[in-house]
């Protein structure tokens, strides 16, 4: 299934991780701006309309 | 083939244009306070910028003589991957596909919900002027 990466291993693993590094960060910083924004749209609209 | 972390080879090149031309975007982007005027502003610059993403694209036809290969998916039914490399490679444009649409409506529903918050807050505001 994965191919032998001979003396490239360390270094193909951790374009690997990396990758995976950034792209969980990029997910979990949108993700966190969505949840804030969304609350705070919440208490507005509460404020605006109450 | 490869064998090299750098070299002068027109598709690494041309990305490495490219992504410097990336980091200008955001840096456009974020260096403008009025979000209107920034949206305006780097639009401008994205459709000035989107002749370097065709340039990257096509930079292995264009100069022959890079490091870099051919297509490796192509229409023309002949064989450029090993089935090793390219049924990971269809599982991986498949999850970048979906990621990334994932990510336009997540940053375009914010986008959206941010833009309603500040007209109820101006509303509110005028409101309170007028009373």
């Known amino acids: 299934m994965m191919p032998d990466l001979g003396k490239y291993a360390d270094a193909v693993m951790g374009a690997y991780g990396a990758s995976i590094l950034l792209l969980g960060l990029i997910v979990w910083l949108s993700w966190r701006k969505a949840a804030q924004v969304r609350k705070r749209l919440a ?5 605006t309309n109450g | 083939m490869w064998g090299t972390w750098w070299a002068w080879d027109p598709r690494l090149t041309s990305f490495l244009i490219l992504f410097l031309f990336y980091l200008g975007y955001v840096a456009l982007w974020e260096a403008i306070a009025d979000p209107d005027t920034a949206a305006d502003l780097t639009s401008v610059l994205c459709i000035v910028g989107s002749v370097f993403a065709l340039l990257s694209r096509y930079a292995v036809n264009f100069w022959n003589q890079g490091l870099h290969q051919g297509a ?7 064989k450029n991957v090993a089935d ?3 049924q ?5 444009i498949a999850g970048f596909v979906l990621l990334f649409l994932a990510l336009v409506i997540l940053r ?7 833009r309603r918050i500040r007209a109820l807050e101006t509303r509110a505001q005028r409101a309170q002027v007028v009373a």
Do not use: N, Q
Not at chain 2, 88 to 92: A, E, G, M, Q
């Open chain 2, 72 to 78: 490796s998916l192509s229409l023309d039914a002949e």
């Open chain 2, 108 to 114: 375009t529903r914010t986008e959206i919900r941010l």
């Open chain 2, 84 to 86: 090793v490399f390219y």
């Open chain 2, 88 to 92: 990971p490679l269809l599982v991986c």
């Open chain 1, 43 to 47: 208490e507005v609209e509460g404020r």
